[in-house]
């Protein structure tokens, strides 16, 4: 005997399926990472994110317009630097160049949600994510720095700052810093679930920043550890993040899930270079649909819980919504 309730009544049209759909994407959730380079007319093809460029200033209002235009109002700005030395001076530079291209943008479009990394590994010469004592990142001389960059970017009109350099208290000192100096309305978005994660490789191609010795992994998180991920982002949220990030997507949907059930919070995840990369890859391949798995990839996201997406798909994905 077929039973009473037939789920498959409510998949039989467009109409019928769009009515009863629980998770929706849309343009406004999604953030533009972008590749910021000194110099003029500069648009150098990423090769392992392709579609992605390192980009000069004039050329960044370009793609930003575009952008914008399809409905991606959010972006976020990682710089690199034309000079790099072991406590990244360039990062919290007046003169830096995510400083000015923070100026221009905020000049030539005032509307667009401008939000910048904040951390260290772009711009000091070993490419690790703070100062180094002894071999490793020292926790504790490394917050002073980010505290200056934070503030620095807070000064040349940021939006909102990102630090994502899992640094145990930085969220805490950043917070205080620009409170302090009368920036008490700037959000700070954590990278609070930050994965030391195989993910990252076409990044580091991008921002120019491979570690020149070690890893990463004695200060981004074991891939294997769900519940710690749950107290680092506990610690966040204490200590003033407003936004509270996961990073990578996929293969941590299920921290994810977790964080927005345990918290509540405004939740970000973090589409990766990798995570991208593959996409492209295999889509060039002829092996998928790279639309279609696009657009299941980010929806399994805000599924998951996720508020905002950050991805390097997000012109291509905002024109797709944009058809249906």
Not at 19 to 29: G, I, N, T, W
Request: charged share 25%; glycine share 8%; hydrophobic share 40%.
């Amino acid at each position: 005997m077929f039973p009473e309730q037939r789920m498959r009544r409510l998949r039989r049209t467009p109409q019928l399926r769009a009515m009863v759909r629980e998770s929706h994407l849309r343009p406004e959730q999604l953030i533009y990472p972008v590749f910021v380079v000194p110099g003029e007319g500069i648009d150098h093809p990423i090769k392992s994110m392709p579609g992605q460029s390192q980009l000069s200033i004039d050329k960044l209002v370009e793609k930003l317009s575009q952008a914008f235009d399809v409905g991606v109002v959010s972006t976020i700005l990682f710089g690199i630097p034309s000079h790099k030395d072991p406590v990244g001076s360039e990062a919290y530079a007046e003169t830096g160049i995510i400083q000015q291209a923070i100026r221009v943008l905020k000049e030539r479009l005032p509307e667009m949600m401008v939000i910048t990394d904040v951390c260290m590994c772009e711009y000091t010469d070993h490419g690790h994510c703070g100062a180094i004592v002894d071999g490793d990142v020292d926790n504790d001389r490394t917050l002073e720095l980010l505290a200056q960059e934070a503030l620095s970017h807070a000064r040349a009109g940021a939006d909102m700052v990102a630090p994502s350099d899992m640094m145990d208290g930085r969220v805490g000192v950043i917070r205080e810093r620009l409170d302090d100096e009368g920036f008490g309305h700037i959000p700070i978005m954590a990278y609070a679930a930050k994965f030391a994660s195989g993910y990252y490789g076409p990044f580091r191609d991008a921002a120019e920043s491979p570690p020149q010795f070690g890893d990463r992994k004695s200060y981004q998180m074991d891939p294997a550890n769900g519940r710690e991920a749950l107290r680092e982002v506990e610690l966040d949220i204490a200590e003033g993040a407003d936004i509270v990030m996961v990073k990578p997507g996929l293969p941590y949907l299920d921290v994810l899930s977790r964080v927005k059930d345990r918290f509540e919070m405004p939740t970000a995840v973090y589409h990766v270079s990798g995570e991208y990369a593959m996409l492209k890859a295999a889509a060039q391949n002829g092996w998928v649909d790279y639309d279609k798995v696009l657009m299941e990839t980010l929806t399994s996201f805000v599924r998951a819980g996720a508020d905002l997406i950050l991805t390097y798909a997000a012109i291509e994905a905002a024109k797709i919504l944009r058809k249906e």
